[in-house]
Structure formats: C-alpha cells, structure tokens
C-alpha cells in the first residue's frame, strides 16, 4: 500500500467526501424534496379543486333541470328573487337562490347562497326584453312579437334566457362558474 504526503487529499476507493462536496449533496437533495412536497400540495389543492367545480356544476346542472321541468309560463315565477309572485302562493317557490352543501361562501357573499339564478330583469323581478346583458344575449325579443319593449314580460314570455351563477370561496381563492340556456314554450 502507498503513503500518501500529510496534508494531501486521499484519492481513490478509501477517499471521503469534503465539507463542500457533502454541503452540495445536502442542498440537491433538498431542493429535490422541496420539488416533490410541492408537487404533493398541488396535487392535493387540484383534486379538491376538482371536488369543489364538481359541486358548482352538478347543483347548476340540476337547478336548469329542474326548471325544465316546470311549466313553462311558471319559471320565471317559481325560480325569480320575488316571494310575492309564487304560483303556489307567497314564498312557496324555490327562488332564484341556490344553497349548495360542501362549498365555501365566499367572505364578501351577502345573500347567503352560493348560487344564484339571475333572468334579464332591471329591477329583478319582471323580465323585459330592452335589459341591456351581454351575457344572457340581451336585449332581445322575449315573447316573440317582432319587436323590443320596456315592458313587464313576465305573462307572455316565449323563449326566456337563464344565467346559473355559482361562486365560492374555494381551497385556490375565490371561484365562479355560470352556466347559460335559454327555455323555450313547447
């Protein structure tokens, strides 16, 4: 076996690491697992994400068939913001408020409901077709007379456009989806 000077560094099978190559080492693998515990929140964050937008999307997907299940003349009555109006008399109808188990409201919510059903009104109860919305597609003609009115169309509507707007404060800050369709008398 050779001898090696004092004070030189050992090479070969017995040499060990330095200070700085051991140091180096350390903080690779630690940016390495920092990189993997991310990726393990974000994927958590993700699927309840998913979980949340799931619950937004089924709720407004079963209001809309619960509206097309109405009789037609009736929607905007049972599933408008006014209680007066209920086919079935005073507050007896759902409302344009969607309560949805699971979510979050968000902290500035003054209603107390997630969801919303919102009907091209400009005082929130009585639909009119000069409402300016771009997103229900308005104004247009709602009881389909060839012309645009300022009128209560709340007894002769044909075709009525429906906004389903849900939002909540979800794990990633403060979300919405909203969901459009228009009804047509059959």
Request: glycine letters at 10%.
């Amino acid at each position: 076996m050779q001898m090696q000077p004092p004070g030189c560094p050992r090479r070969g099978p017995d040499a060990g690491l330095t200070a700085l190559e051991l140091s180096m080492m350390i903080a690779v693998f630690l940016v390495g697992l920092l990189a993997f515990s991310q990726s393990v929140r974000n994927s958590v964050d993700l699927g309840a994400t998913s979980q949340e937008s799931a619950l937004a999307t089924e709720a407004a997907r079963m209001v809309i068939e619960r509206m097309q299940g109405t009789p037609f003349a009736e929607v905007h009555a049972r599933f408008d913001a006014d209680p007066a109006n209920d086919p079935g008399g005073g507050a007896t109808a759902p409302g344009s408020l969607i309560a949805i188990p699971g979510l979050d409201l968000r902290r500035d919510d003054a209603d107390g409901a997630a969801g919303e059903i919102v009907f091209p009104t400009e005082d929130g109860f009585d639909p009119r077709e000069d409402v300016p919305d771009d997103e229900l597609g308005m104004p247009r003609d709602l009881n389909l007379d060839g012309a645009i009115d300022s009128l209560d169309h709340a007894g002769d509507y044909r075709i009525l456009p429906i906004l389903v707007r849900i939002e909540w404060r979800g794990t990633t800050g403060d979300r919405s989806i909203s969901f459009k369709t228009i009804l047509a008398e059959r």
